[in-house]
């Protein structure tokens, strides 16, 4: 199995926080971000190919980090081989008490090692039997510099890298999950735990590449930041489609060593509620799964673990029921087990479903919300609207390859159409089925006009020419984002796309052309 699972992973830290195994407390007491890195380690094993597509990622990115604690301390040497004398170094490290034995598959460095370098067993147990003089002849020079040149640094990385592709998987979820295991690297990756913490770092710039940085963003990373860093339980309301759940994804996908995202089910069923944290954590459960077995899980996970739960649609934390006085179920769990006990949370809901849950809630039972609100920070809204200068900036990060005219018309369709940042992703993902039903790599003016109508359904587009440019249509490819979505409401004032296509090139469909780009998918047989 090649995930790491989350309940063994919360039973070793709770061995550490009873001090049932000190010497792993007193490690988190010096690095603190440990503990991040073992749920870094989990959330990255539940992803696509698993703990083996990690390791072997991480051994290819880090390989010239690999080595005993001798190798790392010499480190690389300007001309790519060691010296004499940090061979000899490395040789004693590398057949010491921890390094034996890694070279048995291939024996020929242990049997040089034994016959030229240091006396072998047997000959120290005849010396001591017989009484004599413990004797050993110092190899010669020549035998010396022949094991430079055989056994240097090049041979020794190779092996250093087919140890971490054969056993480095394994150690990772032992590492994580195994009580009594310390957070030390293995004997050929002494450097493990610095550069695991190097990679989070990593890993946390090339997703945030991903998002296009808007205010809407910016506050919501600096939220749940604050949350995570003074366990401040916080609240955010924001309109609809102005990039509310895409910002705390983002961040938790950037952070997954801090919170998980938690989409709240539009239902009033515990089960389902408690299934939608265990997924976020990545425990394992099925239909059968008593749910008090699930309920207990999630709760030991959430409480040992210490990450923020974000719980995006948090309205339906309230019962819609039409009874006077249904409890709150879930409410009561959240703040019982999470605000009460100092966990984090963040709650991520819209201006009108966070008030009008609120308010009938309330109005219907009485209940006194002051109980959960008073341990909440202030409410932060968001902006009313995304701004024309992140809605331009969302659309250059879709089509990095066009021209601010037909920047413009995208955006001025996204905000007729009431889209906003979700049409204008949506357009991106149409032009590109466009181009690729027509054998394009990059899609032109005529696929984006058709997807911009496509996509802004509500609005009236006025046909107009498109004129040559020196280069196609350059979009992101964002295949795996969710299925396209029309755009329902009733139609709005008429977009001007007159300026669509002066920057970009044309394409003359001839009939067998204009066929090939309209002629449905072939149905999977």
């Known amino acids: 199995m090649s995930s790491i699972r989350p309940e063994l ?41 698993g703990g083996e597509q990690f390791t072997r990622t ?14 790392v301390r010499i480190g690389a040497p300007a001309g790519g081989s060691w010296s004499l004398e940090q061979c000899q170094r490395i040789w004693n490290d590398s057949e010491g008490s921890q390094c034996r034995g890694w070279f048995h598959a291939n024996s020929e460095f242990p049997e040089w090692y034994h016959l030229n370098v240091e006396p072998r067993d047997v000959d120290l147990m005849l010396a001591v039997e017989e009484g004599g003089p413990l004797f050993f002849n110092p190899p010669s020079r020549s035998v010396l510099q ?37 957070l030390v690297g293995p004997s050929y990756f002494h450097d493990l735990v610095p550069t695991l913490l190097l990679e989070m770092d990593r890993h946390a710039a090339e997703v945030e590449k991903g998002i296009v940085s808007t205010e809407v963003a910016r506050i919501i990373f600096e939220e749940l930041d604050f949350s995570w860093n003074k366990i401040v339980p916080v609240q955010i309301v924001g309109n609809s489609r102005c990039g509310k759940t895409t910002s705390a994804r983002t961040w938790c ?33 099925t239909e059968t799964t008593p749910t008090n077995h699930l309920a207990a899980a999630v709760e030991f996970i959430w409480k040992e673990s210490r990450l923020l739960c974000a719980f995006d649609e948090s309205q339906w934390l309230l019962p819609e029921s039409s009874s006077k ?74 089509f990095p390859g066009i021209g601010p005219s037909s920047l413009r018309a995208i955006v001025s369709a ?27 790599q990059e899609p ?17 587009h006025p046909v107009h020419p498109v004129h040559a440019a020196e280069r196609p249509v ?12 029309a755009v329902c409401a009733a139609p709005r004032s008429r977009v001007d796309l007159g300026d669509l296509g002066t920057d970009l090139p044309t394409r003359k469909l001839d009939s067998e052309q204009d066929l090939a780009v309209r002629r449905p998918l072939p149905v999977p047989a």
């Open 9 to 49: 992973v919360a039973a070793k830290l709770k061995s550490a926080r009873m001090r049932e195994d000190p010497q792993l407390d007193d490690q988190i007491q010096e690095q603190p971000r440990l503990v991040e890195m073992l749920w870094f380690l989990q959330w990255m094993f539940t992803r696509p190919g």
């Open 58 to 71: 991480f051994v290819e990115r880090y390989a010239d980090r690999l080595g005993t604690a001798e190798a």
């Open 146 to 182: 022949s094991g430079v040149r055989r056994f240097n640094r090049a041979f020794f990385m190779s092996h250093w890298r087919d140890e971490a592709r054969g056993k480095l998987t394994q150690y990772l979820r032992s590492f994580c999950e195994d009580v009594g295991v310390p």
């Open 253 to 285: 996908e950037m952070w997954p060593g801090r919170g998980r995202l938690v989409p709240v089910p539009p239902t009033q069923d515990m089960r389902r509620f408690y299934a939608a944290i265990a997924e976020a954590f990545g425990y394992f459960h």
């Open 325 to 398: 006085t249904p409890a709150p179920a879930r409410l009561n769990w959240v703040r019982c087990l999470g605000m009460d006990q100092g966990l984090r949370c963040a709650f991520f809901a819209t201006p009108q479903s966070h008030r009008e849950s609120v308010s009938k809630y309330v109005k219907r039972t009485g209940y006194r919300m002051e109980q959960v609100l008073g341990r909440v920070a202030p409410v932060k809204e968001l902006p009313a609207k995304v701004s024309q200068a992140d809605l331009m900036a969302i659309a250059k990060h879709h």
């Open 414 to 440: 996204a905000q007729t159409s009431g889209g906003f940042i979700k049409v204008i992703g949506q357009t991106a993902d149409y032009a590109m089925h466009l181009a690729d039903r027509g054998g394009r």
């Open 444 to 460: 032109d003016a005529d696929d984006l006009q058709r997807a911009i109508e496509r996509m802004t359904p509500t609005a009236t």
């Open 474 to 485: 350059q979009v992101k490819n964002t295949a795996a984002a969710k299925p396209l979505q």
